[in-house]
Antibody, heavy 120, light 109 residues
Framework: RVTLRESGPALVKPTQTLTLTCTFSGFSLSTSGMCVSWIRQPPGKALEWLALIDWDDDKYYSTSLKTRLTISKDTSKNQVVLTMTNVDPVDTATYYC????????????WGQGTLVTVSS | EIVLTQSPGTLSLSPGERATLSCRASQSVSGTYLAWYQQKPGQAPRLLIYGASSRATGIPDRFSGSGSGTDFTLTISRLEPEDFAVYYCQQYGSSPPYTFGQGTKLEIK
């Protein structure tokens, strides 16, 4: 059974760095074709794709946010970490991680999400 | 970057009626890489349709997807009370980034 769970701070101050962890089970990121992505959703707004890391450690980022994002993986721990630098109140959102199969292009399993509020 | 525009923004229908949701892309999208998701309040999105027309595991057959190129449609043949939610389309290009539409809210009339 595939599961994903996001964890991280609920509150971050402006200009700080946000670090989120996705812990997953039921698959391995060392398996060819496996990928994990981060997606966010500001309150009452639409979904926004942020970043993806694949089994081969290739990394892809949202064009608009790529200067502030870093995605990494720890295959032995079944974890993917996303860092976002210089956060702003507009970064307040629920952050989701999701599994993607490289060949499919869609997000078949999602975590429940974690709400991050950026406020002083 | 491909922009997805969903219409209508809000759709008001009654249980038992047919719902038709539209997703239009700013450039041609391979049908293989067009998906639909359902999201209920306080929940993560759930995959409904992938490859434009294939139902995900466990999705009832009242949900169907169609379309190609720049125009895609999600149809719910007979609305059940649990179908009232927000629906998003999503595309995947030859390489990321992925993009989502802005969503269609399906509400009870």
């Amino acid at each position: 059974r595939v599961t994903l769970r996001e964890s991280g701070p609920a509150l971050v101050k402006p200009t700080q760095t946000l670090t989120l962890t996705c812990t997953f089970s039921g698959f391995s990121l060392s398996t060819s074709g496996m990928c994990v992505s981060w997606i966010r959703q500001p309150p009452g707004k639409a979904l926004e794709w942020l970043a993806l890391i694949d089994w081969d450690d290739d990394k892809y980022y949202s064009t608009s946010l790529k200067t502030r994002l870093t995605i990494s993986k720890d295959t032995s721990k079944n974890q993917v970490v996303l860092t976002m630098t210089n956060v702003d109140p507009v970064d307040t959102a629920t952050y989701y991680c999701a599994r993607v199969l490289h060949s499919s292009g869609h997000f078949d399993y999602w975590g429940q999400g974690t709400l991050v509020t950026v406020s002083s | 970057e491909i922009v997805l525009t969903q219409s209508p923004g809000t759709l008001s229908l009654s249980p038992g009626e047919r719902a038709t949701l539209s997703c239009r892309a700013s450039q041609s999208v391979s049908g293989t890489y067009l998906a639909w998701y359902q999201q209920k309040p306080g929940q993560a999105p759930r995959l409904l349709i992938y490859g434009a027309s294939s139902r995900a595991t466990g999705i009832p057959d009242r949900f169907s997807g169609s379309g190609s190129g720049t125009d895609f449609t999600l149809t719910i043949s007979r609305l059940e009370p649990e179908d009232f939610a927000v629906y998003y389309c999503q595309q995947y290009g030859s390489s990321p980034p992925y993009t989502f539409g802005q969503g269609t809210k399906l509400e009870i009339k």
